[in-house]
């Protein structure tokens, strides 16, 4: 059973920068397909970005240029580097990973933007 964890999440500025990590604990093989998902407050949960095994990235407009996904296979974990942060941006962040026969969500870490 695959169980992706996030963290990073937390109080940040307008305009600061986090990063977030998305580590997929008790995998025996790399994950394939990994993303990231974002859920502002009252709203639908909504795909920004993803990474493949081969490094090929997607990104939602809104984030395009200032929010950057990255990956170790060795250690099956992503990374999404979140810079100018904006009020919209406030929400919580899952991760969702595939192995190729499975997709795994993990429980979100909050992003608070506030002055």
């Known amino acids: 059973q695959v169980q992706p964890v996030e963290s990073g999440g937390g109080l940040v500025q307008p305009g600061g920068s986090l990063r977030l990590t998305c580590a997929a604990t008790?995998?025996?093989?790399?994950?394939?397909?990994m993303a990231w998902y974002f859920q502002p407050p009252g709203k639908q949960r909504t795909w920004i970005a993803d990474?493949?095994?081969?490094?090929?990235?997607n990104y939602l407009d809104s984030v395009k240029g200032r929010f950057t996904v990255s990956r170790d296979n060795a250690r099956n974990t992503m990374y999404f580097e979140m810079t100018s942060l904006k009020f919209d941006d406030m929400g919580v962040y899952y991760c969702?990973?595939?192995?190729?026969?499975?997709?795994?969500w993990g429980r979100g870490t909050q992003v608070i933007v506030s002055s």
């Open positions: 008790g995998s025996s093989r790399t994950i394939t397909y």
């Open positions: 969702f990973v595939s192995d190729g026969r499975e997709g795994y």
């Open positions: 990474i493949n095994s081969d490094g090929i990235t």
